[in-house]
């Protein structure tokens, strides 16, 4: 996730920026850049890569005389993550430059008529359009022309904005990301998240959405974006360490991220969903109407937790489009005899976009003439680069080695694929198409809500589970690779043996591990399969087995069972994998923690395998 700082005050400017950047390192980015006045100029620096990179191209500089600039480290969404695309972003006059962490939703829209209006882009990004927007309605006050931007705006933005006739000035807002301001004797900051701040104050202001913040030195005034009307904040004391910080107050990243999930999700649907229509927006699919009509099968192929979103989608796919699917663990696919030819769609899902086996995989298929399409999080990732077309999903960086918020997103970008194609091939209704859409919405919302009493009520059980020697994850259906997921998540991170399986395969022979000792973790949706799965846990159950079930909320049969149960509020049923993956990885968490587990860097894994 991109990371903004910026300062206006009586020091040397870019040692602030540049210590600043380097506090939100860990958000993960992949170019940064800076930008402060000097003899009634911007002056702009950008740089690939590392922040290292940035320090040498500012070079002598960094000891500047200028007291107010803007520095940002990208994560790149939209474009590559080179040096045009890393920002800040100039306006046509380059007088005036912006920052930005988000997604502008509508920035194709907007950017063909400031085209059209005249106006010369120089990247690929959206936040360049925000650049351009400004200067559009720029006369002699920032602040008004950050305003009637906004208001033409749709999406995501934290954003700072800059502007050489008022040298001493930022203008910051935010809506759906986050922005912190701090604020000192003499000085105001702003930034992405606290980390940036620790090192000059400890004083902070955390901005709403929809407010807009003028700073000019030590003075600041906060404002409604829509109507300008004051707003008064508090100023609060962070006694945070820097570790802490970077975690958010979490105590590892994996926590963190899990409770980043409904934003990830939101992030991913962003601008492809049209709420009135249920009309899907995929365009970077690269495939024409005819290949998609043309399509026979459609091979998936991924390793991991990846592999498991597949296999969600493989249930999503076959019923709502009617085509054929096969999902294959990468490292397996690239040794069998492939009958893959040009009227099969290969399709490589992965958090990383560098995973040795799935590249392996995607290259033999576009060598059989498979059109390749990717789900990747990460923007110019090699398998980005050589497939037809891309769906990212907008998770931002994923730092613990478990995935998490990668995976639900990943879920989030297959559904929003599987009703594309049923649009496309015109095998899913308007009306079921907005129904299921929503729900895709809706389903973000109920994760929201529901994640700190889940992970309390995970808290309340762990000690009855924390230190067995095998867990088994059972569910039937779409729930059955969240078994699976549930499986992998414990075994990873709390080196405890797991196995996923699918509810209705226990009694051809895992049945035979349950007695008393054996703690079964059993996703008990009121479902399709309900009644088969309330079954096959009733024989878990005659066997002694220590269940932990999972059900939807106002299921009391499930409480006759046994005393341990979490109940989730009911969504779309097509969505439960979703939801049903919370309480897997809570508990992962929360055994891996209880019993002292390094949980964002699990003993012998890699966050990225590269190699065979
Ligand atoms: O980056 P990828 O999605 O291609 O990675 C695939 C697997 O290595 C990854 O999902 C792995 O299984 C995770 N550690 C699971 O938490």
Redesign the pocket.
């Known amino acids: 996730m991109c990371g903004i700082v910026g300062y206006t005050g009586n020091r040397r400017v870019v040692p602030v920026l540049l210590e600043g950047l380097r506090r939100l390192e860990y958000r993960g980015y992949d170019s940064a850049g800076l930008v402060y006045e000097y003899d009634n100029q911007l002056v702009k620096f950008r740089a690939a890569g590392k922040l290292i990179n940035l320090e040498q191209a500012v070079d002598e500089n960094i000891g500047v005389a200028s007291h107010t600039g803007l520095g940002h480290t990208r994560w790149a969404t939209h474009g590559a993550p080179t040096r045009d695309n890393a920002h800040p972003h100039s306006d046509c006059t380059g007088e005036l430059v912006v920052v930005h962490n988000g997604i502008i939703e509508n920035y194709g829209r907007l950017k063909e008529e400031l085209l059209a209006e005249g106006h010369t882009f120089s990247s690929e990004t959206d936040t360049e359009v925000l650049a351009h927007l400004i200067e559009k309605y720029l006369d002699d006050d920032l602040a008004t022309a950050v305003r009637q931007a906004l208001a033409r705006v749709e999406g995501s933005y934290a954003l700072g904005v800059f502007w050489v006739k008022e040298p001493h000035k930022l203008v910051a807002a935010r809506n759906q990301s986050p922005l912190v301001m701090g604020v000192d004797d003499d000085a105001c900051y702003i930034a992405s998240d606290i980390p940036a701040l620790l090192p000059f104050t400890r004083q902070v202001i955390f901005l709403d959405d929809n407010e807009l913040v003028v700073l000019e030195q030590g003075t600041y005034s906060i404002t409604n974006v829509a109507d300008g009307r004051e707003i008064k904040k508090e100023i609060r004391t962070i006694d945070w360490n820097p570790a802490m910080a970077e975690k958010g107050g979490f105590k590892h990243f994996m926590l963190k991220e899990i409770f980043e999930q409904p934003q990830a999700i939101l992030n991913t649907i962003s601008g492809r969903i049209v709420p009135d229509t249920g009309e899907i927006d995929l365009p970077e699919i690269g495939l024409s109407n005819d290949e998609i009509r043309d399509i026979e099968r459609i091979a998936l192929v991924?390793?991991?937790?990846?592999?498991h979103a597949a296999l969600v989608a493989k249930y999503w796919i076959e019923k709502w489009v009617g085509i054929p699917v096969d999902v294959d663990i990468a490292s397996e696919f690239r040794y069998r005899r492939l009958l893959v030819s040009e009227r099969v769609l290969t399709i490589s899902?992965?958090?990383?976009?560098?995973?040795a086996d799935?590249l392996a995989g995607i290259r033999l298929a576009a060598s059989l003439g498979s059109k390749i399409v990717t789900i990747c999080n990460v923007v110019g990732s090699t398998m980005t680069r050589e497939a037809d077309g891309v769906i990212y999903t907008h998770a931002g960086p994923e730092i613990g080695?478990?995935?998490?918020k990668?995976?639900t997103s990943q879920l989030t970008a297959l559904f929003m694929l599987t009703l594309y194609l049923g649009q496309e091939r015109q095998t899913i209704e308007q009306e079921t198409l907005k129904e299921l859409g929503s729900a895709l919405v809706d389903v973000a919302a109920v994760i929201d809500t529901i994640l700190p009493r889940v992970q309390q009520q995970v808290q309340g059980l762990i000690e009855r589970y924390y230190d067995s020697r095998d867990f088994l994850f059972v569910g039937r259906g779409l729930n059955f690779p969240i078994a699976l997921e549930g499986a992998?998540?414990l075994k990873?991170i709390s080196y405890i043996h797991a196995e996923g399986y699918a509810a209705g395969e226990l009694k051809h022979g895992p049945i035979a591990l349950i007695d008393k000792d054996m703690p079964v973790m059993a996703l008990v949706p009121k479902d399709a399969v309900y009644q088969k799965t309330v079954s096959n846990v009733e024989e878990i159950k005659a066997r002694q087995g220590r269940l932990l079930l999972i059900g939807t909320e106002g299921d009391s049969h499930l409480a006759t069972l046994t005393d341990d149960v979490l109940y989730l509020p009911e969504v779309h049923e097509e969505l439960n994998p979703l939801l049903y993956t919370i309480p897997a990885q809570l508990l992962s968490y929360e055994i891996a923690n209880r019993r002292g587990c390094d949980v964002d860097q699990p003993r012998n894994?890699a966050?990225?395998?590269t190699v065979e």
């Open positions: 991924a390793c991991g937790t990846s592999w899902i992965s958090q990383s976009g560098e995973t799935t080695v478990a995935s998490t990668a995976f992998l998540k990873e894994l966050k990225s395998v």
